[in-house]
Protein backbone atom coordinates (compact mmCIF):
# COMPACT_ATOMS: atom_id res chain seq x y z
CA UNK A 1 0.00 0.00 0.00
CA UNK A 2 1.19 3.80 -0.44
CA UNK A 3 2.26 5.99 2.16
CA UNK A 4 -0.39 8.91 2.12
CA UNK A 5 1.74 12.27 1.70
CA UNK A 6 2.83 13.97 4.21
CA UNK A 7 1.15 17.27 5.25
CA UNK A 8 2.68 20.67 4.87
CA UNK A 9 4.15 22.15 7.77
CA UNK A 10 2.03 24.87 9.14
CA UNK A 11 3.30 28.13 8.73
CA UNK A 12 4.25 30.46 12.22
CA UNK A 13 3.63 34.47 12.38
CA UNK A 14 6.51 35.75 14.76
CA UNK A 15 5.95 39.49 15.34
CA UNK A 16 8.18 41.56 17.06
CA UNK A 17 6.96 44.48 19.66
CA UNK A 18 9.99 46.20 19.04
CA UNK A 19 9.31 46.02 15.13
CA UNK A 20 8.48 49.51 12.82
CA UNK A 21 4.88 48.88 11.14
CA UNK A 22 6.15 49.32 7.66
CA UNK A 23 8.15 45.99 9.04
CA UNK A 24 5.04 44.32 10.38
CA UNK A 25 3.08 44.95 7.43
CA UNK A 26 5.96 42.63 5.68
CA UNK A 27 6.09 40.23 8.15
CA UNK A 28 1.99 39.52 7.30
CA UNK A 29 2.10 39.82 3.91
CA UNK A 30 4.99 36.97 4.02
CA UNK A 31 3.17 35.16 6.33
CA UNK A 32 -0.11 35.35 3.92
CA UNK A 33 2.31 34.30 0.86
CA UNK A 34 2.71 31.23 3.19
CA UNK A 35 -0.41 30.48 3.95
CA UNK A 36 -1.85 30.81 0.37
CA UNK A 37 0.99 27.99 -0.17
CA UNK A 38 -0.02 25.31 1.95
CA UNK A 39 -3.64 26.24 0.89
CA UNK A 40 -2.63 25.00 -2.41
CA UNK A 41 -0.84 22.11 -1.22
CA UNK A 42 -3.70 21.32 0.65
CA UNK A 43 -5.78 21.93 -1.97
CA UNK A 44 -3.86 19.52 -4.43
CA UNK A 45 -4.07 17.02 -1.80
CA UNK A 46 -7.40 16.69 -1.24
CA UNK A 47 -8.10 16.61 -5.01
CA UNK A 48 -5.01 13.51 -5.27
CA UNK A 49 -7.54 12.07 -1.99
CA UNK A 50 -10.25 12.13 -3.83
CA UNK A 51 -9.57 10.70 -7.43
CA UNK A 52 -7.86 7.74 -5.37
CA UNK A 53 -11.37 7.34 -3.48
CA UNK A 54 -12.94 7.25 -6.56
CA UNK A 55 -10.94 4.74 -8.76
CA UNK A 56 -11.36 2.77 -5.51
CA UNK A 57 -15.10 3.29 -5.17
CA UNK A 58 -15.12 1.27 -8.66
CA UNK A 59 -12.58 -1.36 -7.85
CA UNK A 60 -14.69 -2.12 -4.58
CA UNK A 61 -18.14 -1.82 -7.12
CA UNK A 62 -16.54 -3.83 -9.88
CA UNK A 63 -15.06 -6.90 -7.03
CA UNK A 64 -18.78 -6.96 -5.66
CA UNK A 65 -20.20 -7.65 -8.74
CA UNK A 66 -17.60 -10.41 -10.00
CA UNK A 67 -18.26 -11.55 -6.37
CA UNK A 68 -21.94 -11.76 -6.74
CA UNK A 69 -21.85 -13.38 -10.64
CA UNK A 70 -19.05 -15.89 -8.84
CA UNK A 71 -21.05 -17.03 -6.15
CA UNK A 72 -22.78 -18.93 -8.48
CA UNK A 73 -22.22 -19.36 -12.45
CA UNK A 74 -25.57 -18.12 -14.79
CA UNK A 75 -26.84 -21.59 -16.37
CA UNK A 76 -30.53 -20.28 -17.49
CA UNK A 77 -32.12 -17.41 -19.49
CA UNK A 78 -35.64 -16.10 -18.28
CA UNK A 79 -37.80 -13.23 -19.43
CA UNK A 80 -38.68 -10.66 -16.94
CA UNK A 81 -42.59 -10.44 -16.26
CA UNK A 82 -42.48 -8.25 -13.78
CA UNK A 83 -40.27 -5.68 -11.27
CA UNK A 84 -42.01 -5.50 -7.56
CA UNK A 85 -40.55 -3.46 -5.09
CA UNK A 86 -37.32 -5.69 -4.15
CA UNK A 87 -38.48 -8.54 -5.78
CA UNK A 88 -39.07 -9.76 -9.53
CA UNK A 89 -41.17 -12.13 -11.65
CA UNK A 90 -39.60 -14.48 -14.13
CA UNK A 91 -40.86 -16.90 -16.25
CA UNK A 92 -38.16 -19.76 -17.18
CA UNK A 93 -37.73 -20.56 -20.86
CA UNK A 94 -37.56 -23.83 -21.50
CA UNK A 95 -40.35 -25.25 -19.18
CA UNK A 96 -42.18 -21.40 -18.47
CA UNK A 97 -42.52 -22.17 -14.79
CA UNK A 98 -43.04 -18.55 -13.13
CA UNK A 99 -40.31 -17.75 -10.07
CA UNK A 100 -40.28 -15.00 -7.90
CA UNK A 101 -37.14 -13.97 -7.06
CA UNK A 102 -35.55 -11.44 -4.63
CA UNK A 103 -32.78 -9.20 -6.19
CA UNK A 104 -30.04 -7.01 -5.26
CA UNK A 105 -30.51 -2.88 -5.79
CA UNK A 106 -28.05 -3.20 -8.79
CA UNK A 107 -29.73 -5.51 -10.31
CA UNK A 108 -33.31 -4.20 -9.90
CA UNK A 109 -32.37 -0.39 -11.06
CA UNK A 110 -31.48 -2.43 -14.05
CA UNK A 111 -34.07 -4.71 -15.16
CA UNK A 112 -37.17 -3.90 -16.78
CA UNK A 113 -40.45 -6.30 -17.34
CA UNK A 114 -39.20 -7.84 -21.01
CA UNK A 115 -35.86 -8.11 -20.20
CA UNK A 116 -34.21 -11.31 -20.91
CA UNK A 117 -31.77 -12.39 -17.70
CA UNK A 118 -29.51 -14.82 -17.18
CA UNK A 119 -30.20 -16.56 -13.40
CA UNK A 120 -28.72 -19.03 -11.74
CA UNK A 121 -29.11 -22.59 -9.81
CA UNK A 122 -31.35 -20.57 -6.92
CA UNK A 123 -33.14 -18.20 -9.43
CA UNK A 124 -30.99 -15.07 -8.83
CA UNK A 125 -30.40 -12.59 -11.50
CA UNK A 126 -26.60 -12.79 -12.87
CA UNK A 127 -27.16 -10.43 -15.54
CA UNK A 128 -29.31 -8.64 -17.93
CA UNK A 129 -28.46 -10.61 -21.45
CA UNK A 130 -27.63 -7.67 -24.31
CA UNK A 131 -29.11 -7.57 -27.29
CA UNK A 132 -25.83 -9.46 -28.82
CA UNK A 133 -25.94 -12.16 -26.13
CA UNK A 134 -29.86 -12.35 -26.16
CA UNK A 135 -29.60 -12.98 -29.93
CA UNK A 136 -26.63 -15.41 -29.60
CA UNK A 137 -28.76 -17.49 -26.86
CA UNK A 138 -32.16 -17.40 -28.61
CA UNK A 139 -30.23 -18.57 -31.83
CA UNK A 140 -28.47 -21.36 -30.52
CA UNK A 141 -29.66 -24.96 -28.91
CA UNK A 142 -26.53 -25.76 -26.45
CA UNK A 143 -27.09 -29.09 -25.28
CA UNK A 144 -24.20 -30.26 -22.88
CA UNK A 145 -25.51 -34.14 -23.09
CA UNK A 146 -28.17 -34.57 -25.52
CA UNK A 147 -30.23 -38.02 -24.36
CA UNK A 148 -30.46 -39.32 -28.26
CA UNK A 149 -29.04 -42.40 -28.44
CA UNK A 150 -28.36 -44.89 -32.07
CA UNK A 151 -30.85 -47.51 -30.28
CA UNK A 152 -33.68 -44.58 -30.26
CA UNK A 153 -32.99 -44.45 -34.35
CA UNK A 154 -35.16 -46.63 -36.18
CA UNK A 155 -34.39 -47.81 -39.76
CA UNK A 156 -31.66 -45.82 -40.37
CA UNK A 157 -28.68 -48.07 -39.50
CA UNK A 158 -26.73 -47.82 -42.74
CA UNK A 159 -26.69 -43.87 -42.19
CA UNK A 160 -26.04 -44.14 -38.84
CA UNK A 161 -23.00 -46.30 -40.03
CA UNK A 162 -21.90 -43.34 -41.97
CA UNK A 163 -22.38 -41.07 -39.66
CA UNK A 164 -20.33 -42.78 -37.29
CA UNK A 165 -17.55 -43.03 -39.84
CA UNK A 166 -17.62 -39.68 -40.81
CA UNK A 167 -18.38 -38.13 -37.74
CA UNK A 168 -17.94 -40.17 -34.42
CA UNK A 169 -14.72 -41.63 -35.82
CA UNK A 170 -12.65 -38.27 -36.18
CA UNK A 171 -13.86 -37.27 -32.73
CA UNK A 172 -12.77 -40.48 -30.94
CA UNK A 173 -9.60 -41.85 -32.61
CA UNK A 174 -8.49 -38.96 -35.12
CA UNK A 175 -5.06 -40.44 -34.75
CA UNK A 176 -6.26 -43.03 -36.78
CA UNK A 177 -6.63 -40.46 -39.76
CA UNK A 178 -2.94 -39.04 -38.92
CA UNK A 179 -1.68 -42.89 -39.41
CA UNK A 180 -3.20 -43.33 -42.73
CA UNK A 181 -2.29 -39.85 -43.40
CA UNK A 182 -5.63 -39.01 -44.71
CA UNK A 183 -8.37 -36.00 -43.56
CA UNK A 184 -11.97 -36.87 -42.52
CA UNK A 185 -15.00 -35.74 -44.07
CA UNK A 186 -14.71 -31.73 -43.19
CA UNK A 187 -18.75 -31.47 -42.74
CA UNK A 188 -21.13 -33.89 -43.32
CA UNK A 189 -24.99 -33.49 -45.04
CA UNK A 190 -27.67 -34.98 -43.89
CA UNK A 191 -30.66 -34.59 -46.69
CA UNK A 192 -34.29 -36.02 -47.20
CA UNK A 193 -37.66 -35.41 -46.18
CA UNK A 194 -38.51 -33.59 -42.74
CA UNK A 195 -38.91 -35.79 -40.13
CA UNK A 196 -36.87 -38.86 -41.08
CA UNK A 197 -34.11 -38.42 -37.97
CA UNK A 198 -32.15 -36.11 -39.28
CA UNK A 199 -31.57 -33.99 -36.03
CA UNK A 200 -31.31 -37.29 -33.40
CA UNK A 201 -28.53 -38.73 -35.70
CA UNK A 202 -26.66 -35.55 -35.03
CA UNK A 203 -27.42 -35.67 -31.66
CA UNK A 204 -27.34 -39.09 -31.15
CA UNK A 205 -23.37 -39.14 -32.50
CA UNK A 206 -22.95 -35.74 -29.90
CA UNK A 207 -24.07 -38.32 -27.07
CA UNK A 208 -21.77 -40.85 -28.23
CA UNK A 209 -18.64 -39.21 -28.06
CA UNK A 210 -19.59 -36.95 -24.96
CA UNK A 211 -19.41 -34.02 -27.33
CA UNK A 212 -21.58 -30.74 -26.68
CA UNK A 213 -24.87 -30.91 -28.98
CA UNK A 214 -25.05 -27.04 -30.63
CA UNK A 215 -27.63 -25.87 -32.93
CA UNK A 216 -28.42 -23.04 -35.04
CA UNK A 217 -31.41 -23.48 -37.71
CA UNK A 218 -30.59 -21.37 -41.17
CA UNK A 219 -34.14 -20.28 -41.20
CA UNK A 220 -33.96 -18.42 -38.14
CA UNK A 221 -31.17 -16.61 -39.09
CA UNK A 222 -32.69 -15.10 -41.77
CA UNK A 223 -36.02 -14.41 -40.63
CA UNK A 224 -35.83 -14.00 -37.11
CA UNK A 225 -31.82 -12.42 -36.70
CA UNK A 226 -31.57 -10.30 -39.73
CA UNK A 227 -28.72 -8.77 -40.06
CA UNK A 228 -26.95 -10.78 -37.23
CA UNK A 229 -26.69 -13.81 -39.33
CA UNK A 230 -23.10 -13.70 -40.42
CA UNK A 231 -22.26 -12.59 -36.93
CA UNK A 232 -23.95 -15.92 -34.99
CA UNK A 233 -22.52 -17.98 -37.70
CA UNK A 234 -18.70 -16.68 -36.32
CA UNK A 235 -20.28 -17.07 -32.48
CA UNK A 236 -21.80 -20.53 -33.71
CA UNK A 237 -17.83 -21.43 -34.28
CA UNK A 238 -16.47 -19.22 -31.75
CA UNK A 239 -18.67 -21.16 -28.94
CA UNK A 240 -17.70 -24.68 -30.43
CA UNK A 241 -14.37 -23.77 -29.78
CA UNK A 242 -14.65 -22.78 -26.32
CA UNK A 243 -16.55 -26.02 -25.77
CA UNK A 244 -14.93 -28.40 -27.81
CA UNK A 245 -15.64 -31.89 -28.30
CA UNK A 246 -18.29 -30.20 -30.26
CA UNK A 247 -21.03 -31.36 -32.59
CA UNK A 248 -22.41 -28.66 -34.55
CA UNK A 249 -25.15 -29.04 -36.32
CA UNK A 250 -26.55 -26.88 -38.73
CA UNK A 251 -30.60 -27.46 -39.70
CA UNK A 252 -32.56 -25.83 -42.77
CA UNK A 253 -29.14 -25.05 -44.37
CA UNK A 254 -30.93 -24.79 -47.58
CA UNK A 255 -32.14 -21.65 -46.23
CA UNK A 256 -28.54 -19.62 -46.05
CA UNK A 257 -27.22 -21.87 -48.77
CA UNK A 258 -29.67 -22.20 -51.34
CA UNK A 259 -28.79 -21.16 -55.67
CA UNK A 260 -28.04 -17.67 -56.00
CA UNK A 261 -30.57 -15.54 -57.44
CA UNK A 262 -29.93 -12.98 -59.75
CA UNK A 263 -32.24 -10.31 -57.53
CA UNK A 264 -30.03 -8.31 -55.68
CA UNK A 265 -32.04 -7.34 -52.88
CA UNK A 266 -30.83 -6.37 -49.67
CA UNK A 267 -32.28 -9.55 -48.54
CA UNK A 268 -30.35 -11.34 -50.72
CA UNK A 269 -27.34 -9.93 -49.70
CA UNK A 270 -27.84 -10.57 -46.36
CA UNK A 271 -28.24 -14.47 -47.00
CA UNK A 272 -24.88 -14.36 -49.37
CA UNK A 273 -22.95 -12.94 -46.17
CA UNK A 274 -23.88 -15.46 -43.79
CA UNK A 275 -22.91 -18.34 -46.29
CA UNK A 276 -20.10 -16.48 -47.06
CA UNK A 277 -19.38 -16.52 -43.38
CA UNK A 278 -19.88 -20.10 -43.34
CA UNK A 279 -17.70 -20.64 -46.24
CA UNK A 280 -14.86 -19.27 -45.25
CA UNK A 281 -15.05 -20.51 -41.36
CA UNK A 282 -15.38 -24.08 -42.87
CA UNK A 283 -12.29 -23.39 -44.88
CA UNK A 284 -10.02 -22.24 -42.13
CA UNK A 285 -11.30 -25.25 -40.00
CA UNK A 286 -8.49 -27.27 -39.25
CA UNK A 287 -10.31 -31.01 -40.03
CA UNK A 288 -8.32 -32.68 -37.29
CA UNK A 289 -9.67 -30.75 -34.43
CA UNK A 290 -12.64 -31.47 -31.66
CA UNK A 291 -15.56 -29.82 -33.73
CA UNK A 292 -17.56 -31.40 -36.45
CA UNK A 293 -20.53 -30.16 -38.46
CA UNK A 294 -23.48 -32.14 -39.75
CA UNK A 295 -26.06 -29.90 -41.56
CA UNK A 296 -29.28 -31.15 -43.13
CA UNK A 297 -31.63 -30.16 -45.76
CA UNK A 298 -35.00 -30.84 -47.09
CA UNK A 299 -34.43 -29.34 -49.75
CA UNK A 300 -31.18 -30.76 -51.42
CA UNK A 301 -31.79 -29.76 -54.89
CA UNK A 302 -31.83 -25.98 -54.02
CA UNK A 303 -28.31 -26.22 -52.80
CA UNK A 304 -25.86 -23.88 -53.82
CA UNK A 305 -23.35 -26.26 -54.92
CA UNK A 306 -20.49 -24.22 -53.50
CA UNK A 307 -21.23 -25.77 -49.95
CA UNK A 308 -20.63 -29.20 -51.44
CA UNK A 309 -17.32 -28.98 -52.35
CA UNK A 310 -14.26 -30.92 -50.76
CA UNK A 311 -13.53 -29.76 -47.38
CA UNK A 312 -16.84 -28.49 -46.94
CA UNK A 313 -19.68 -30.65 -47.17
CA UNK A 314 -17.91 -32.74 -48.57
CA UNK A 315 -20.36 -36.36 -47.28
CA UNK A 316 -23.56 -36.41 -48.57
CA UNK A 317 -25.66 -38.91 -46.15
CA UNK A 318 -29.47 -39.49 -47.91
CA UNK A 319 -32.07 -40.33 -44.49
CA UNK A 320 -34.94 -41.63 -46.61
CA UNK A 321 -38.95 -41.59 -45.67
CA UNK A 322 -38.63 -45.33 -43.74
CA UNK A 323 -39.29 -48.57 -45.68
CA UNK A 324 -40.95 -51.22 -44.04
CA UNK A 325 -39.01 -52.77 -41.78
CA UNK A 326 -37.60 -49.43 -40.56
CA UNK A 327 -41.37 -48.35 -39.97
CA UNK A 328 -41.80 -51.35 -37.99
CA UNK A 329 -38.28 -50.96 -35.94
CA UNK A 330 -39.54 -46.84 -35.43
CA UNK A 331 -43.07 -48.44 -34.24
CA UNK A 332 -41.60 -50.57 -31.85
CA UNK A 333 -39.32 -48.05 -30.24
CA UNK A 334 -41.93 -45.69 -29.71
CA UNK A 335 -44.66 -48.13 -28.16
CA UNK A 336 -41.80 -49.51 -25.86
CA UNK A 337 -43.02 -47.60 -22.75
CA UNK A 338 -46.69 -48.35 -24.14
CA UNK A 339 -48.71 -51.12 -22.32
CA UNK A 340 -49.87 -52.86 -25.83
CA UNK A 341 -52.79 -55.19 -26.30
CA UNK A 342 -52.45 -59.08 -26.83
CA UNK A 343 -54.24 -58.14 -30.12
CA UNK A 344 -52.16 -55.13 -31.69
CA UNK A 345 -50.63 -55.89 -34.36
CA UNK A 346 -47.75 -53.69 -35.16
CA UNK A 347 -46.94 -55.31 -38.44
CA UNK A 348 -50.38 -54.45 -39.89
CA UNK A 349 -49.41 -50.77 -38.43
CA UNK A 350 -46.30 -50.56 -40.34
CA UNK A 351 -48.37 -52.45 -43.26
CA UNK A 352 -50.41 -49.26 -42.93
CA UNK A 353 -48.46 -46.22 -42.77
CA UNK A 354 -46.52 -46.16 -45.85
CA UNK A 355 -45.27 -42.95 -47.06
CA UNK A 356 -44.85 -42.17 -43.23
CA UNK A 357 -42.14 -40.77 -41.55
CA UNK A 358 -40.37 -41.37 -38.33
CA UNK A 359 -41.77 -38.25 -37.06
CA UNK A 360 -45.55 -38.95 -37.85
CA UNK A 361 -45.04 -42.36 -36.50
CA UNK A 362 -44.33 -40.94 -33.58
CA UNK A 363 -47.19 -38.46 -33.42
CA UNK A 364 -49.51 -41.40 -34.61
CA UNK A 365 -48.66 -43.58 -31.74
CA UNK A 366 -48.94 -40.33 -29.32
CA UNK A 367 -52.39 -40.55 -30.50
CA UNK A 368 -53.45 -43.97 -30.90
CA UNK A 369 -52.57 -43.88 -26.74
CA UNK A 370 -55.01 -41.08 -26.69
CA UNK A 371 -57.49 -42.82 -27.54
CA UNK A 372 -57.13 -45.30 -25.07
CA UNK A 373 -56.69 -42.63 -22.49
CA UNK A 374 -59.96 -40.83 -23.62
CA UNK A 375 -62.03 -44.42 -23.50
CA UNK A 376 -60.46 -44.88 -19.85
CA UNK A 377 -57.93 -47.87 -20.11
CA UNK A 378 -54.26 -48.32 -19.96
CA UNK A 379 -53.55 -50.71 -22.47
CA UNK A 380 -53.88 -49.57 -26.21
CA UNK A 381 -55.32 -51.81 -28.55
CA UNK A 382 -55.38 -52.14 -32.26
CA UNK A 383 -58.74 -49.99 -32.77
CA UNK A 384 -56.82 -47.17 -30.83
CA UNK A 385 -54.28 -47.35 -33.93
CA UNK A 386 -57.14 -47.09 -36.25
CA UNK A 387 -58.77 -44.42 -34.88
CA UNK A 388 -55.44 -42.75 -35.01
CA UNK A 389 -54.74 -43.47 -38.32
CA UNK A 390 -58.17 -42.16 -39.47
CA UNK A 391 -57.58 -39.11 -37.58
CA UNK A 392 -54.60 -38.11 -39.09
CA UNK A 393 -56.22 -38.75 -42.37
CA UNK A 394 -58.96 -36.59 -41.84
CA UNK A 395 -56.50 -33.72 -40.40
CA UNK A 396 -55.32 -34.94 -43.41
CA UNK A 397 -52.03 -33.42 -43.99
CA UNK A 398 -48.80 -34.53 -42.48
CA UNK A 399 -45.90 -31.90 -41.09
CA UNK A 400 -44.18 -30.89 -44.17
CA UNK A 401 -48.05 -30.15 -45.90
CA UNK A 402 -48.61 -32.94 -48.07
CA UNK A 403 -51.40 -35.63 -47.73
CA UNK A 404 -50.68 -38.44 -45.95
CA UNK A 405 -51.57 -41.57 -48.36
CA UNK A 406 -53.83 -43.87 -46.52
CA UNK A 407 -53.67 -47.66 -48.35
N1 LIG B 1 -35.83 -42.81 -37.63
C1 LIG B 1 -36.52 -42.47 -36.54
N2 LIG B 1 -36.60 -43.31 -35.49
C2 LIG B 1 -37.30 -43.00 -34.39
N3 LIG B 1 -37.98 -41.83 -34.25
C3 LIG B 1 -37.93 -40.96 -35.25
C4 LIG B 1 -37.20 -41.23 -36.45
N4 LIG B 1 -37.33 -40.17 -37.27
C5 LIG B 1 -38.08 -39.27 -36.63
N5 LIG B 1 -38.46 -39.73 -35.41
C6 LIG B 1 -39.33 -39.02 -34.45
O1 LIG B 1 -39.62 -37.76 -35.00
C7 LIG B 1 -39.09 -36.69 -34.22
C8 LIG B 1 -38.48 -35.64 -35.13
O2 LIG B 1 -37.34 -36.19 -35.80
P1 LIG B 1 -36.10 -35.29 -36.23
O3 LIG B 1 -36.22 -33.95 -35.59
O4 LIG B 1 -34.85 -36.05 -36.01
O5 LIG B 1 -36.39 -35.15 -37.77
P2 LIG B 1 -35.62 -34.27 -38.82
O6 LIG B 1 -35.33 -35.16 -39.96
O7 LIG B 1 -34.49 -33.56 -38.20
O8 LIG B 1 -36.77 -33.28 -39.22
P3 LIG B 1 -36.72 -31.81 -39.87
O9 LIG B 1 -36.14 -31.99 -41.23
O10 LIG B 1 -38.16 -31.44 -39.88
O11 LIG B 1 -35.87 -30.97 -38.96
C9 LIG B 1 -38.08 -37.35 -33.30
O12 LIG B 1 -37.99 -36.66 -32.08
C10 LIG B 1 -38.64 -38.75 -33.13
O13 LIG B 1 -39.64 -38.77 -32.12
Known sequence: MSRSPSLPDRPTLELDPEMSPSERLDALRQHFARLVDVNEKLSDQIEAAQSKHASLSEDVDSLQRENETLKSAARYIATVEEVADDEVVLKQHGNNQEVLTETVPRIQEEVEAGDRVAINDSFAIQSVLSTETDSRAQAMEVDGSPDVRYEDIGGLDEQIREVREAVEQPLLAPEQFEEVGIEPPAGVLLHGPPGTGKTMLAKAVANETDATFIKMAGSELVQKFIGEGARLVRDLFELAGEREPAVIFIDEIDAIASKRTDSKTSGDAEVQRTMMQLLSEMDGFDERGEIRIIAATNRFDMLDR??????????????????????????????????????????????????????????????????????????????????????????????????????
Open 306 to 407: AILRPGRFDRLIEVPVPELEGRKRILDIHTAEMPLAEDLDLDAVADLTDGFSGAELASLTTEAGMFAIRDGRTTVEMQDFEDAHEKVSVDGEDSAGTPIAFQ
